[in-house]
Nanobody, 121 residues
């Protein structure tokens, strides 16, 4: 059974940092992605990392503040620094097992339940 379980969200002041973790079970070779969805907005890709590590992608709004990493097949991480009010959203980790590096949410076939990040001024 495939499971993705996020943790690490919470309330943080603007300028602060959070590290999101995603524990993955039941999967081996997969591309990893972090997505977010703010109220009234569509889900968007924040960062993605291929299984081999040869491909990495970040959204323009990340502005080098975030870093995606993984611990083999077991864990996916998102280090978020210099958080801004606009980063407030529910963050989801996702895994893609099909061929080809993707950032579109519809192309990911396994999802976590999400963890809420709230950035206050």
């Amino acid at each position: 059974q495939v499971q993705l379980v996020e943790s690490g969200g919470g309330l943080v002041q603007a300028g602060g940092s959070l590290r999101l973790s995603c524990a993955v079970s039941g999967l081996r070779n997969y591309d990893a992605g972090w997505f977010r969805q703010a109220p009234g907005k569509e889900r968007e890709c924040v960062a993605a990392l291929s299984w081999s590590g040869s491909d990495t992608w970040y959204a323009a709004f990340v502005k080098r503040r975030f870093t995606i990493s993984r611990d083999g097949a077991k864990n996916i991480y998102l280090q978020m620094n210099s958080l801004e009010n606009e980063d407030t959203a529910v963050y989801y980790c996702a895994a893609r097992t099909d061929y080809g590096f993707e950032i579109r949410p519809a192309q990911y076939n396994h999802w976590g339940q999400g963890t809420r990040v709230t950035v206050s001024s």
